[in-house]
């Protein structure tokens, strides 16, 4: 069942996305001009500087998710991958697992194939 686009919503989002956006950048100059001023002497920052300084932050340890990112884009391929698995045969499922142990060793074995094989750790 598809959702069908909003425009009242669009009202409401637009603001809300702008006043959180505002509302980091105080708190981003807020913490900057409190700490890192008293503390290690650097200068103090305007607001503008705060939204840059997140911005930053964003594009060096957050990245950009295109379509198909995040949550979602897990969820799909994840999905992706059990309909993978589900079709494949015994043999084949026995390859890929001798190839992944043989890739990662130990740590690929699950706790309930020791428990069938009766194998300790």
Do not use: T
């Amino acid at each position: 069942m598809k959702r069908r686009f909003n425009p009242r919503k669009l009202l409401f989002i637009i603001p809300m996305a702008f006043a959180g956006l505002a509302l980091f950048g105080w708190a981003v100059m807020l913490l900057w001009n409190g700490i890192l001023v008293p503390v290690i002497h650097v200068s103090a920052i305007s607001f503008w500087q705060a939204l840059g300084i997140l911005l930053l932050s964003k594009i060096l340890f957050g990245g950009f998710r295109g379509a198909g990112g995040g949550r979602w884009g897990r969820h799909r391929m994840r999905k992706e991958m059990f309909d993978r698995w589900e079709k494949m045969s015994p043999e084949e499922k026995e390859k890929f697992k001798a190839e992944w142990q043989n890739r990662c060793g130990y740590r690929f074995r699950r706790p309930f194939d020791e428990q069938k094989s009766g194998e300790q750790p």
